[in-house]
């Protein structure tokens, strides 16, 4: 989910453009509740001590995984995998979860991920920005029958961690607050389970992909870098504290919403406020486009888009007689329509220009494009959705609500179909903390749960 800059968005005053920011009502349970006595435990403590990356281990000790909720469902490969390697996604979770890296300076994360990859023969490259990377699984040396994409973002969040964890963050003003540190041990142990399989009827592409929470969005990164280039098809998932731990969520259609930032910088000559005739009244003058341009769109564009403009912020002047010369107004403008957000620069443009015509003062509109919706391919959530009921059972499968936030993911599904999955991570007990809250947790069982839909999701879009 995303932020919309780098400043550290506060949860709590709406500052982010993160979906889950419009939960309608409290989301449910959601203490961790690593089960410790349970199959799957044996061997050492995490990977993390001989790795090559400066990060310390923090997480060492854990001896024993999450529950697998999904024991033996199969394949054998994975299921043998995930039994013996249970520990360590629990270990790398945590590991990930104390050592935050805020978006694109993810040097550490990536450095500890090439190394987990290139130890199972994998061989990841590293995004031309430094961060990030790619990694083929399958088929090298002739063209595979077909290329699947699984992605998993990477970065921190600019807030301070109050969860009180033993492996909570070790950062100062940065934490995994958004789940993007289960994202990421996610896809390395899909990648991992992946590798040990006898045959894949094709190729697995994972994108460990920087910077989700800036706009627009390390997205763009992985796309230059030529990310999806013979990609047929790509899934995502994303931690929702509303589903319970087990369940996954799916949407075939739009899932998230576009989110742009717009910034109006008024100026005027200044003058008396007992002779507001002989200059630009700037006050005057933002009070009319705050109240006027979201009433004209209103009008000028479908309602059924479900297009929002909502101010945020908003400074003029310091004297009661005075018309200052300098003001802003900031605000979100968002849409749950594709189409619509392609058209909104120019007409918001044309809205500024009338409002302001009259009133003498001069303006600087800057409308930053944030991200698309993430509009999800009928047919590859059926697939999904398949992948889920093969993986877990039919009572994991669950469906999922369109969202008024934004997600990057959607710059994928600009260029291949694919779908994007909501993973339960709520506990049954307990009263679960929302993303971007800096006490946001989750139920570490959903780990091995995203594991094995995403390699379902994987095999059965290659076997499709
Ligand atoms: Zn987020
Ligand atoms: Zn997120």
Redesign the pocket.
Known sequence: ??VLDSRGPDPRNGSSL?D?ETVERPVGAGAVAVEENEPGVSGSAGPEADNGSTMSPVASGVESGPRDLAAGRGPAWLDAWIEANAHRVLAWRRHIHAHPELSRAEYETTAWLTEQLTSVGLRPRTLPGGTGLLCDIGPETHQPRRTVALRA?IDA?PLAEETGLDFASTVGGAAHA???DA?TTILLGAALALATAPHLPGRVRLIFQPA??TMPGGALDVLAAGGLDGVERIFGL??DPRIPVGQVGTRAGPLTSAADLLELRLSSSGGHTSRPHLTGDLVHALGTVITGLPTLLSRRVDPRSGTVLAWGAVHAGEAPNAIPQHGFVRGTLRTRDRETWSELEPLVEELVQGLLAPLGVGYDLHHRRGVPPVVNDSHSTELLRAAVGTALGEQARTGTPQSSGG?DFGWYLEHVPGSFARLGVTSDAGEAKD??QPSFDLDERALLVGVRTMVHAALTALDD
């Open positions: 989910m995303t993160d889950q973002d969040l958004c789940g993007h994202h989700e929470e994303h931690c997600e993303l971007h």
